[in-house]
């Protein structure tokens, strides 16, 4: 059970809310005991409606990436709040922001800014179909893109015509996707690649650079455009767009999440191939040239550039993983740790090696009654914001935590 208040605050929002909350920050598909609600965030910690802390190991699912409240971006945020935010025209803020990215993004002509992950997708997806003409698209099977009818997981409130033009490979497998672009033939518009397999459920795994290039080539043979949703991973692999560091420039890339380290802003970046396309779409939102988030994600840049916050992350999520693996070892438990370790997932398997769902939520619910926010089926996320103290916390209390399923799966 979580807190009382969270508890009381659960039953008002079912009666007010749908479930009592939706999407992808609903806490009906966590283990027992995890809070709901939040009523303070910083650094990198979270306080329950009950008071609980926990260090945060979601980093509300991408967007923490300095910390929550970072004094540097909240202030050029707040500043630009007292100027003009929201406004009958965008401020000469979309000019400087479009400049940072093109000069931080190797493959990047231009920028567009929009709001959520979703857009910035939706806008790739129309851009890639207005550039020649074409219809189809290629996904890897099981990669999420976004909410939208076209790329939502669930199918309720969808038709299959939402989907009539996408066709699917496997991750990482140059012959599946060449199979796939075969299907779609002289109607390819794109190809989306996530910049490495980060879906729910099942291992990650690193790009393989031979594919990456390989979607490169069937894009240029078929003038579809190449497009990389680095809305999850942006600016957490490199300060480059992720498929930079296999030398795969794409022709489009989306962002959003960290880009302005949790103020509302996303965007879709471009190279001149893409340009007239991009400018034939029509896409707008009423609160896409606001100006306030355009301030923040320029303070935010300005951090990417100039501090080693990555080489920080990457060395605190291999603290994590070592401690965590010597800990399992010790405590007899199978933990499949996967993916970069900036970006880890961690779940528990069974002896067999498959994933045991059951020890993973009770593993879960020992580690939030210890203070820990681990996520048992998503990638979590390591901030910038986070010490080594902070990753030692996790690992004593993960440690607890495994005796404790260990005692109770020798119990029952
Ligand atoms: N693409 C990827 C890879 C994502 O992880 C997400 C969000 N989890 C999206 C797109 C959609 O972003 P948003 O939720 O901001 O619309």
């Known amino acids: 059970m979580s807190g009382p208040k969270d508890e009381?605050?659960?039953?008002?929002?079912?009666?007010?809310?749908?479930?009592?909350?939706?999407?992808?920050?609903?806490?009906?598909?966590?283990?027992?005991?995890?809070?709901?609600?939040?009523?303070?965030?910083?650094?990198?910690?979270l306080w329950d409606a009950d008071g609980r802390e926990f260090v945060d190991f979601m980093c509300a699912y991408g967007p923490n990436l300095f910390g929550y409240r970072n004094e540097t971006i909240d202030a050029a945020y707040v500043a630009q709040?007292?100027?003009?935010?929201?406004?009958?025209?965008?401020?000469?803020?979309?000019?400087?922001?479009?400049?940072?990215?093109?000069?931080q993004i190797g493959h990047a002509d231009w920028a567009m800014f929009c709001k959520n992950g979703t857009d910035a997708t939706s806008m790739a997806l129309m851009t890639a179909r207005a550039h020649?003409?074409?219809?189809?698209?290629?996904?890897?099977?099981?990669?999420?893109?976004?909410?939208?009818?076209?790329?939502?997981?669930?199918?309720?409130?969808?038709v299959e015509d939402d989907r009539a033009h996408f066709m699917y490979c496997a991750y990482n497998d140059a012959r599946s996707l060449e199979a796939a672009c075969a299907e779609a033939g002289d109607d390819l518009a794109g190809v989306f690649a996530a910049p490495f397999k980060h879906d729910v459920l099942v291992a990650q795994e690193a790009p393989d650079p031979a594919y990456a290039r390989r979607a490169r080539e069937l894009c240029d043979a078929k003038d579809a455009l190449l497009v990389v949703d680095d809305i999850r991973a942006g600016f957490r692999m490199s300060r480059d767009c992720s498929w930079a560091e296999l030398g795969v420039a794409p022709d489009l890339s989306c962002w959003g999440k960290a880009i302005a380290n949790g103020?509302?802003?996303?965007?879709?970046?471009?190279?001149?191939?893409?340009?007239?396309?991009?400018?034939?779409?029509?896409?707008?939102?009423?609160?896409?040239?606001?100006?306030?988030p355009m301030a923040a994600s320029l303070a935010t840049l300005k951090l990417i550039k100039e501090t080693d916050y990555l080489e920080r992350a990457i060395a605190l999520g291999e603290r994590l993983r070592a401690g965590l693996a010597e800990a399992a070892s010790r405590r007899g438990v199978r933990l499949e740790q996967t993916g970069p370790p900036q970006t880890p997932l961690i779940m528990v398997c069974d002896e067999k090696g498959d994933l045991d769902p059951k020890a993973g939520y009770a593993f879960g619910t020992e580690l939030a009654a210890r203070g820990v926010y681990f996520h048992p089926w998503h990638n979590m996320f390591i901030s910038a914001a986070m010490t080594e103290a902070d990753i030692d916390h996790a690992v004593s209390a993960a440690d607890d935590a495994m005796a404790a399923i260990r005692e109770t799966a020798a119990a029952g």
């Open 8 to 45: 009381a605050l659960k039953r008002r929002a079912e009666k007010v809310i749908p479930n009592g909350m939706y999407g992808h920050q609903t806490v009906r598909n966590l283990p027992e005991g995890y809070p709901q609600f939040f009523v303070r965030a910083e650094g990198a910690r």
């Open 263 to 292: 103020h509302p802003i996303s965007a879709l970046v471009g190279s001149d191939r893409a340009r007239t396309a991009a400018g034939e779409i029509f896409a707008t939102g009423s609160f896409w040239f606001q100006a306030a």
């Open 81 to 103: 709040l007292s100027e003009i935010d929201a406004a009958t025209g965008p401020s000469p803020l979309i000019v400087d922001l479009a400049e940072a990215f093109v000069q």
């Open 132 to 158: 020649a003409g074409k219809r189809k698209i290629v996904f890897a099977k099981g990669a999420y893109h976004g909410s939208a009818p076209w790329g939502t997981p669930a199918p309720a409130g969808t």
